[in-house]
């Protein structure tokens, strides 16, 4: 059975006293070496924001509407991203250009599904996520569809 791989956060020098403990209390091993990593964190959406995104996809599916998350993902999602100066921002943009290329010399290549996976909520700041949630909530509860109250998930962890 494999083991879900440690993520230490460096944020306080405790943090890095624990991960170089970490790290001392490991056997080499030629066999099944381990392989340590160190870069920058990205700011990704928090735990709570997922929740509340994958409840609120839930309550739409419930309530008779099926999995809206690709509609809301385009009307909601994709203009926040191309409107991002962030180098995530960039790479979304650069990606969608190419899709749109794509799509435009007629390939036989599944489009939608493709631009679903570049199209992710995965790849979201907190911030954007915020504003992801705060869009399209009020366009669902337009549709009667009442959605758990978003304030208490919008930026923190």
Not at 16 to 44: F, G, H, S, W
Not at 75 to 102: D, V
Not at 107 to 116: A, K, R, S, T
């Amino acid at each position: 059975m494999n083991n879900p791989p440690e993520v230490f956060e460096l944020k306080k020098d405790t943090h890095k006293a624990n991960c170089i403990a970490r790290i001392t209390e490991l056997e080499a091993n030629e066999d099944k070496p381990y392989q340590v990593e160190i870069y920058t964190a990205k700011d990704l959406r928090t735990k709570k924001q997922n929740r509340l995104y994958w409840t609120h996809i839930g309550e739409i599916k419930k309530a008779g509407h099926g999995d809206l998350h690709m509609e809301l993902k385009r009307k909601f999602l994709h203009p926040i991203y191309m409107a991002s100066t962030t180098k995530e921002g960039s790479k979304y943009q650069s990606n969608y250009a190419a899709l749109c290329l794509i799509k435009q010399s007629g390939l036989e290549i599944d489009y939608d599904e493709l631009f679903g996976k570049v199209l992710s909520t995965k790849d979201s700041t907190p911030k954007q996520m915020a504003e992801y949630i705060e869009a399209y909530w009020p366009y669902i509860n337009g549709k009667g569809i009442y959605l758990s109250d978003p304030d208490n998930y919008k930026r923190e962890g």
